[in-house]
């Protein structure tokens, strides 16, 4: 029944939203140039890698050896406005559509926190990962990593069609009132290193 709800859903999503979509590729291509489309690798269910799609909003500068700046200085006021609204992760209806994603789970992070979860924290990984979650309309990136990944959890043990309907409601309400979005000294959050990774790194 999610899955069927996921395809109807975003199927309207698209029909509807696709001027929008239109409008804002073309301000990304001239406003950051190409690509338009932001595209890493993250994890999915049990950890398997899929490749997630967003509007692109930063550039690629780099410091004198070749390494890219960091976010806060790449990240440009037109993507900040982007992300501000969460505009720029409309394409990962694509995910959705595809299977990858859901429109409702864990957000999927960065590849390499993988070997840095603790048991608990990794079971984030056992339902396919959401472009909006429970941790999302509770807080976002103003949670510690901590908190962030027992709300995960929380989700995956009490998730339902009725708690994702109520997870969608909600998270329209936060966009519009721009909640979360980042936080604090940082463009979005401060990497997440694991109690496990510094034990290893002592």
């Not at 939203?17 to 690509?35: Q, R």
């Not at 694509?94 to 608990?120: A, D, F, H, T, W």
């Not at 519009?176 to 034990?199: C, D, V, Y």
């Amino acid at each position: 029944m999610k899955r069927i709800f996921d395809i109807f859903i975003s199927s309207i999503f698209i029909i509807i939203s696709s001027p929008i979509l239109l409008i804002i590729a073309i301000l990304v291509y001239f406003k950051l140039g190409t690509p338009i489309l932001f595209k890493q690798k993250r994890p999915g269910v049990n950890g398997q890698p899929f490749y997630i799609y967003k509007f692109r909003t930063m550039t690629d500068e780099k410091d004198n050896q070749g390494n890219l700046l960091p976010d806060e200085q790449r990240l440009t006021n037109f993507g900040q406005t982007l992300r501000k609204y969460s505009l720029d992760e409309l394409p990962e209806i694509i995910n959705v559509i595809k299977g990858e994603m859901s429109l409702v789970g864990p957000r999927p992070l960065r590849m390499k926190y993988l070997e840095r979860y603790n048991e608990r924290q990794f079971r984030r990984h056992e339902v396919k990962p959401g472009i909006t979650g429970w941790a999302q309309i509770n807080g976002r990136n103003q949670l510690s990593w901590e908190e962030k990944f027992e709300l995960d959890v929380w989700y995956v043990d009490n998730r339902s069609f009725w708690l994702d309907f109520k997870i969608l409601f909600i998270t329209v309400i936060k966009v519009l009132k721009r909640e979360g979005i980042s936080a604090e000294g940082h463009a979005t959050m401060p990497e997440f290193i694991g109690k496990n990774h510094n034990q290893q790194n002592m």
